[in-house]
């Protein structure tokens, strides 16, 4: 399935600009990736046939009193038909467990950081806004030198600015919002030094 994509060249340029304005007062770098999906949770649906397939048996034999031949036979359609159903993507997306999907948006937000080569850089400070769009999450990860010197609430502040203006259609203009806010942050904790290291783009869609 081709995915449309979440952001318009115009925006990504936006974005671009607004990250290397906030750059210009601070040592710190600034990511923005906005992903698809943090996964595609293949797996889930199989989750959810298998436990229905267990459950099921239990109440047909207790409510229906049919036989177990009967039963296992049921059992097996059920499995087979739950999966197949739950596997179309305009569904699966929609029964995800938070847990499951909350672990792998910050499991894909930590890779995405990695992967912008932040572990080349002695100082570790880059920080990464992560925007998964099925399901929703927003992300904020830190590098170790900015983590070690910044409140945990400070990222959950950022989410926050984010989730509003997405929740109202106005996804990039949240995540303007951040990266003005993260400059502003980092150029206190980390001002400028003229030194400026780029691995990869600074906005990305995955």
Do not use: C
């Not at 943090?38 to 298998?50: E, K, N, S, T, Y």
């Not at 106005?170 to 001002?191: Q, T």
Request: proline share 4%; net charge neutral.
């Amino acid at each position: 399935m081709v995915n449309p994509p979440a952001i318009t060249p115009a925006e990504h340029a936006r974005l671009s600009r607004e990250i290397r304005a906030a750059e210009q007062k601070t040592a710190a770098e600034i990511y923005v990736v906005v992903a698809h999906s943090a996964d595609d949770f293949r797996l889930v649906p199989f989750l959810w046939a298998a436990a229905v397939a267990l459950i099921l048996p239990w109440i047909l034999w207790f409510a229906a009193g049919l036989s177990m031949a009967v039963i296992l036979s049921l059992q097996v359609l059920a499995f087979l038909v739950i999966s197949a159903v739950l596997s179309h993507p305009r569904i699966r997306y929609r029964v995800i467990p938070a847990g499951i999907a909350n672990d792998a948006a910050h499991r894909a937000a930590v890779a995405q950081l990695m992967a912008h080569g932040v572990h080349l850089d002695s100082n570790r400070t880059a920080i990464l806004l992560y925007v998964s769009m099925r399901p929703r999450h927003i992300e904020v990860v830190a590098d170790h030198g900015i983590h070690a010197r910044v409140d945990e609430k400070t990222w959950h502040e950022l989410v926050g600015i984010i989730r509003r203006e997405a929740q109202a259609g106005r996804l990039v203009d949240g995540l303007v919002a951040a990266v003005r806010a993260s400059g502003e942050l980092l150029a206190k904790e980390f001002p400028a030094t003229g030194d400026r290291r780029r691995v990869r783009e600074d906005v990305a869609e995955t």
